[in-house]
T-cell receptor, first 117, second 115 residues
Framework: AQKVTQAQTEISVVEKEDVTLDCVYETRDTTYYLFWYKQPPSGELVFLIRRNSFDEQNEISGRYSWNFQKSTSSFNFTITASQVVDSAVYFCALSEGLTGGGNKLTFGTGTQLKVEL | SAVISQKPSRDICQRGTSLTIQCQVDSQVTMMFWYRQQPGQSLTLIATANQGSEATYESGFVIDKFPISRPNLTFSTLTVSNMSPEDSSIYLC????????????FGPGTRLTVT
């Protein structure tokens, strides 16, 4: 069975601070995908990144960066120079890597990030 | 990426009634998924809807309570039947990208309150 753990329930930072959101996963699959989503107060789920299990390269997109380490089954997300608009719930998710599709997502419990002035 | 719309965006319903939620995608997709997010909770998969076949339900969810239709490759509906206050949740549909891109995108959600 797949499992995603986001141990940080809530994080509060002051604007311009860097913040890292932790994600640890469990799976028996050798091929799988990892995702991060942002859910602002409006409720929609915004796709941020997908990473497949064979690609351990870290990725940077603007102020966002992701650190994927298979050795520790972690896929952490760092926001550099945080802004108030980053305030949201962030979900880490895991899916199987089935060819042909139908890959169901297993979500972590989410981390509420509050960025204050 | 796919553009997904849902109707209604929110509703307040009385217990014992049913509500049908619609999900429309701007491109043809094989798989559509329905998730539930109870207040303050994470997302839980209800079922997978594949065009031309019966939906596949996850443990704890049954067709009588959550019937799903998938009449074509761009549309699906989820009905929440015989509602109780415990059904108050955000219901989201999602779609999966093409075979070389398994990104999953979500609709804006339907915020349901049952009184």
């Amino acid at each position: 069975a797949q499992k995603v753990t986001q141990a940080q329930t809530e994080i509060s930072v002051v604007e311009k601070e860097d913040v890292t959101l932790d994600c640890v996963y469990e799976t028996r699959d050798t091929t799988y995908y990892l995702f991060w989503y942002k859910q602002p107060p409006s409720g929609e789920l915004v796709f941020l990144i997908r990473r497949n299990s064979f690609d351990e390269q870290n990725e940077i997109s603007g102020r966002y960066s992701w650190n994927f380490q298979k050795s520790t089954s972690s896929f952490n997300f760092t926001i550099t120079a945080s802004q108030v608009v980053d305030s949201a719930v962030y979900f880490c998710a895991l899916s199987e890597g089935l060819t042909g599709g139908g890959n169901k997502l297993t979500f972590g419990t989410g981390t509420q990030l509050k960025v204050e002035l | 990426s796919a553009v997904i719309s849902q109707k209604p965006s929110r509703d307040i319903c009385q217990r014992g009634t049913s509500l049908t939620i619609q999900c429309q995608v701007d491109s043809q997709v094989t798989m559509m998924f329905w998730y539930r997010q109870q207040p303050g909770q994470s997302l839980t998969l209800i079922a997978t809807a594949n065009q031309g076949s019966e939906a596949t339900y996850e443990s704890g969810f049954v067709i009588d309570k959550f019937p799903i239709s998938r009449p074509n490759l761009t549309f699906s509906t989820l009905t929440v039947s015989n509602m109780s206050p415990e059904d108050s949740s955000i219901y989201l549909c999602s779609v999966e990208g093409t075979s070389d891109n398994y990104e999953q995108y979500f609709g804006p959600g339907t915020r349901l309150t049952v009184t």
